[in-house]
């Protein structure tokens, strides 16, 4: 079974940096193919934030361009979101995920961690 696990969460103020991490805890697999991040406020559907793929093309909501950077790291199952410059509207719940194949011929599934809590005030 995979287990996506974030940290890093928490309540900062307008301007001020965080650091998001997401490790997933799982036996062999056969591999990751994309790491990323979505977020989901109240009564809003969740939308991408940004993702990396294992070949390392990202994609950014537009945002987030120029102040948050995912990275990612198939070999760790490992990913961050390095968030700068935040905004009052940068806040909501955000969730990892990772599209993992359980085995090297298997089919690939998104798997999502719990989320955590960002805040940020004005």
């Known amino acids: 079974q995979v287990q996506l696990s974030e940290s890093g969460g928490g309540l900062v103020q307008a301007g001020e940096s965080l650091v998001l991490s997401c490790t997933a805890s799982?036996?062999?697999?056969?591999?990751?193919?994309?790491l990323g991040w979505y977020r989901q406020v109240p009564g809003k559907q969740r939308e991408l934030v940004a993702t990396?793929?294992?070949?390392?093309?990202?994609v950014y909501a537009d945002s987030v361009k120029g102040r948050f950077t995912v990275s990612g790291d198939v070999a760790t199952r490992s990913t961050s979101l390095h968030m700068a410059s935040l905004k009052p509207e940068d806040t909501a719940v955000y969730y990892c995920?990772?599209?993992?194949?359980?085995?090297?011929?298997?089919?690939?599934?998104?798997?999502w961690g719990r989320g955590t809590q960002v805040t940020v005030t004005s």
């Open positions: 995920t990772m599209d993992i194949r359980l085995t090297v011929m298997g089919e690939l599934n998104d798997y």
């Open positions: 799982t036996g062999k697999i056969g591999g990751i193919s994309r």
């Open positions: 990396i793929t294992s070949g390392g093309t990202t």
